[in-house]
């Protein structure tokens, strides 16, 4: 249902009460192609065939979500009568150039984590209304997703523990309260928190803005004595310190960069003569 909300509302932004080409065309019959013009990986595919569904519109697609895309590759075919293409000729571009840019940026991330077995995760730094775009995008470049929202894993962060005057008590209370497949994962910032909240009962550790000699040390104490815990780092993690945090051992890094850095394929659409 969310889908559908978003296509509706970016219809609504960018049409309005109606296309002013629509009213002088003469409603000929066309076919458009949208052609990429940058290499990259391909996401928001499954939107515009939404888009497709909704508003009648004939979309033929030679690409999916995940595919490899070379400059001059034709990514779908777009016909009917000629107002009808041009009126979506924006929205369908948008929501492919700024899926597909989160799915490349994600897809660079994640080959350089790949080596170490390490998981590149997102974080909840998405655009207002834009979040299950942003992260189906990260998805198909190969990424995974952390939180989509507070209800589906307890993160206690700073501000969180600041509250909190007996960890391991909160901890016990959370799990017998929370629902039985939900996770608490709590945020540390040095070696000393992350040890007392493993001892707590934390399923997840993240290890925030530590130094990378720090987040080693949680390695190995995880590794010693709390085995069934994960460890994630995060804190101005970009791609040029990527692999350095690859290599301390831990489960996941997580990233906003993988979203509010990335930049836009870029397509176009082009009609046919």
């Given at each position: 249902?969310?889908?559908?909300?978003?296509?509706?509302?970016?219809?609504?932004?960018?049409?309005?009460?109606?296309?002013?080409?629509?009213?002088?065309?003469?409603?000929?019959?066309?076919?458009?192609?949208?052609?990429?013009?940058?290499?990259?990986?391909?996401?928001?595919?499954?939107?515009?065939?939404?888009l497709?569904?909704?508003?009648?519109?004939?979309?033929?697609?030679?690409?999916?979500?995940?595919?490899?895309?070379?400059?001059?590759?034709?990514?779908?075919?777009?016909?009917?009568?000629?107002?009808?293409?041009?009126m979506?000729?924006?929205?369908?571009?948008?929501?492919?150039?700024?899926?597909?840019?989160?799915?490349?940026?994600?897809?660079?991330?994640?080959?350089?984590?790949?080596?170490?077995?390490?998981?590149?995760?997102?974080?909840?730094?998405t655009?207002?209304?834009?979040?299950?775009?942003?992260?189906?995008?990260?998805?198909?470049?190969?990424?995974?997703?952390?939180?989509?929202?507070?209800?589906?894993?307890?993160?206690?962060?700073d501000?969180?523990?600041?509250?909190?005057?007996?960890?391991?008590?909160?901890?016990?209370?959370?799990?017998?309260?929370?629902?039985?497949?939900?996770?608490?994962?709590?945020?540390?910032?040095?070696?000393?928190m992350?040890?007392?909240?493993?001892?707590?009962?934390?399923?997840?550790?993240?290890?925030?803005?530590?130094?990378?000699?720090?987040?080693?040390?949680?390695?190995?104490?995880?590794?010693e004595k709390?085995?069934h815990?994960?460890?994630?780092?995060?804190?101005?993690?970009?791609?040029?310190?990527?692999?350095?945090?690859?290599?301390?051992?831990v489960?996941?890094?997580?990233?906003?960069?993988?979203?509010h850095?990335?930049?836009?394929?870029?397509?176009?659409?082009?009609?046919?003569?």
């Amino acid at each position: 249902m969310r889908i559908k909300e978003l296509i509706r509302e970016a219809i609504l932004e960018d049409i309005g009460r109606g296309d002013l080409f629509s009213i002088v065309s003469d409603k000929r019959k066309v076919q458009a192609k949208v052609i990429a013009k940058e290499e990259g990986i391909l996401a928001g595919v499954i939107y515009v065939k939404e888009l497709s569904f909704m508003e009648h519109i004939d979309i033929e697609f030679l690409k999916n979500d995940g595919d490899h895309l070379k400059p001059g590759d034709i990514i779908c075919y777009v016909r009917g009568e000629v107002d009808r293409v041009l009126m979506y000729e924006r929205v369908i571009l948008n929501f492919l150039m700024h899926a597909s840019g989160i799915a490349t940026n994600t897809y660079h991330y994640v080959q350089i984590v790949k080596p170490y077995g390490v998981k590149m995760l997102d974080t909840r730094k998405t655009r207002p209304g834009l979040r299950i775009l942003e992260k189906y995008a990260v998805r198909c470049g190969g990424g995974n997703n952390h939180r989509l929202g507070l209800d589906d894993c307890l993160m206690l962060k700073d501000t969180h523990l600041a509250t909190i005057t007996d960890l391991k008590a909160f901890v016990q209370k959370a799990k017998s309260k929370i629902p039985y497949t939900a996770k608490i994962e709590i945020e540390c910032e040095s070696v000393e928190m992350a040890e007392r909240a493993m001892d707590a009962g934390a399923d997840l550790i993240m290890c925030d803005n530590m130094s990378l000699a720090d987040i080693r040390r949680v390695v190995e104490i995880r590794n010693e004595k709390y085995p069934h815990i994960l460890i994630e780092a995060s804190g101005n993690i970009v791609k040029e310190n990527l692999e350095a945090y690859a290599k301390t051992g831990v489960d996941a890094l997580s990233s906003g960069s993988l979203i509010h850095r990335a930049v836009w394929l870029d397509f176009s659409m082009r009609i046919e003569e």
